[in-house]
């Protein structure tokens, strides 16, 4: 292996003047340390929704699952959306040629609540935190928060073995598994709810970034619940929109499902160099 010249690292928070402050876990990460740790390499910081949305240019079809075809001619802005350990947005602004993407933090915007349900659970959440945001539903913890809501609120029974399953591992993924595998009714609720605000807030993505051009779904939860992904809820909240769904109705959108796609796109902004990283297309 030769000498390392250059790096990308893609980070799960704001990149502002070479420094990244991550919400989950509490890191700090800075050029000037990295710099000092790796010796003379050119660096560069970049939000881990951008890279995964540099990455998408590497993607070919096989990487990807189409959820809703869109118009043959779509084109414009595209939008990238992840649900993970937490909640992930990203843009990619067309220039008439080109993608450009660029980071977001629209992950922690106000949880908006569309229906009496989910203002029910917005209050709920509210007397745990100061500040709701999507990323408290949408994520590994976020189902894990709808499902304790929804017991709470009485709309089920928690099996014993899943409390302590819940209880000695990862209780997001308990849940999907419960309910996808072993059909726990109070688990599917979860899952259902769950999906149908995956879907809602997707639209308003797709809204807020003009992207008319696709969205993509990321991050690791997706490609786990692709069938749950494929019924009808998802796209439903996603078109759901009022004036704007004939708009909505040409965007195509898109599961992606090469879990590399973030560190190739770090590769490809370290590989192409700062001036040259936002410009390409597909």
């Known amino acids: 292996m030769g000498a390392i010249h250059t790096a990308c690292f893609g980070l799960p928070g704001p990149v502002i003047d070479g420094a990244v402050s991550t919400p989950n876990p509490p890191w700090k990460v800075t050029v000037a340390e990295l710099k000092a740790a790796i010796g003379k390499v050119e660096i560069e910081l970049i939000n881990d929704l951008e890279a995964n949305a540099h990455g998408v240019s590497t993607l070919s079809d ?60 917005l209050s709920w959440m509210l007397r745990q935190h100061d500040h709701v945001s999507y990323e408290r539903f949408l994520s590994g913890p976020g189902l894990h928060n709808i499902y304790r809501f929804l017991i709470e609120y009485g709309c089920g029974q928690e099996p014993e073995w899943l409390r302590e399953a819940i209880a000695n591992g990862n209780p997001g993924a308990e849940i999907s598994r419960a309910a996808q595998e072993k059909g726990v ?75 590399l796609t973030a560190l190739h796109g770090a590769a490809r902004v370290a590989l192409f160099g700062v001036r040259m990283k936002r410009s390409f297309s597909l």
């Open 185 to 259: 009714e109070i688990c599917q609720t979860a899952l259902d709810r769950f999906v149908s605000i995956y879907g809602a807030e997707a639209g308003n993505i797709a809204l807020k970034m003009l992207a008319t051009g696709g969205v993509f779904i990321g991050g690791g939860i997706a490609p786990k619940m692709l069938e749950e992904l494929r019924k009808p809820r998802f796209m439903q909240a996603f078109l759901t929109k009022g004036r704007m769904r004939p708009l909505l109705e040409g965007v195509p959108v898109k599961v992606i499902v090469n879990d």
């Open 62 to 121: 096989k990487d990807l699952v189409v959820l809703h075809e869109g118009s043959t001619s779509a084109t414009g802005n595209a939008a990238l959306i992840s649900a993970g350990t937490g909640l992930g947005e990203a843009g990619l602004h067309w220039d008439g040629g080109n993608w450009q993407p660029f980071a977001s933090e629209g992950g922690h915007v106000d949880f908006a609540p569309r229906n009496d349900l989910e203002a029910a659970m």
